[in-house]
């Protein structure tokens, strides 16, 4: 009996072809969607230098000061550094606490929330930081606000 026609044969093969052409595609696809944001921002280096500029604006900045009033600012930014080197896919892990045992007991609000975010970005801006890149990470932590006010 004959089981294949060489129509189907010929079809085969362009299948087993096409597919052999694709795979390198698929095994290069971390490569093609290109760098990540971690990378993109300047890495660690460049990461620690806007939590640590961040951390310097909240902590004269009237609005939301007196939440840091007995906190270790210097761990704080390890934590904050190692958080968004993980969030922006850089080679970091986050061990500390999650958003809601963080900021359990502080009651805070939206305009809080706000007025941090405006420190980071006053950071940012003094880093030079493209505003393409600033919203990637404002885009990355507007979602945890539910987890860290009125908690
Ligand atoms: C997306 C927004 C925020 C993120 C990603 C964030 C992240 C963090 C992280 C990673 C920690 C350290 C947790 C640990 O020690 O294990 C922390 C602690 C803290 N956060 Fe936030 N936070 C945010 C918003 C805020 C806001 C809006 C305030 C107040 C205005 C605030 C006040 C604090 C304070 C006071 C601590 C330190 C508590 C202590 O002294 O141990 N956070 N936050």
Same mark, same amino acid.
């Given at each position: 009996?004959?089981?294949?026609?060489?129509?189907?044969?010929?079809?085969?093969?362009? *299948?087993?072809?096409? @597919?052999?052409? %694709?795979?390198?595609?698929?095994?290069?696809?971390? #490569?093609?969607?290109?760098?990540?944001? !971690?990378?993109?921002?300047?890495?660690? =280096?460049?990461?620690?230098?806007?939590?640590?500029?961040?951390?310097?604006?909240?902590?004269?900045? /009237?609005?939301? /000061?007196?939440?840091? %009033?007995?906190?270790?600012?210097?761990?704080?930014? #390890?934590?904050? *550094?190692?958080?968004?080197?993980?969030?922006?896919?850089? &080679? @970091?892990? !986050?061990?500390?606490?999650?958003?809601?045992?963080?900021?359990?007991? #502080?009651?805070?609000?939206?305009?809080?929330?706000?007025?941090?975010?405006?420190?980071?970005?006053?950071?940012? /801006?003094?880093?030079?930081?493209?505003?393409?890149?600033?919203?990637?990470?404002?885009?990355?932590?507007? &979602?945890?606000? =539910?987890? *860290?006010?009125?908690?």
């Amino acid at each position: 009996m004959k089981l294949q026609s060489p129509h189907l044969t010929r079809h085969l093969a362009g *299948v087993v072809l096409t @597919c052999a052409m %694709a795979l390198p595609t698929f095994a290069h696809a971390e #490569m093609a969607s290109g760098p990540t944001l !971690y990378e993109q921002l300047g890495g660690k =280096p460049a990461i620690v230098m806007i939590v640590h500029d961040m951390l310097a604006n909240v902590v004269a900045d /009237n609005r939301i /000061n007196h939440y840091f %009033a007995k906190t270790n600012i210097p761990h704080l930014q #390890m934590e904050l *550094v190692s958080q968004i080197c993980e969030l922006t896919d850089g &080679p @970091c892990k !986050y061990t500390g606490l999650n958003m809601q045992q963080a900021h359990r007991g #502080m009651n805070l609000k939206t305009a809080d929330f706000n007025a941090l975010v405006e420190d980071l970005q006053k950071s940012m /801006n003094s880093n030079n930081v493209p505003l393409g890149l600033q919203n990637q990470l404002l885009n990355i932590l507007a &979602p945890m606000e =539910p987890d *860290v006010v009125h908690k």
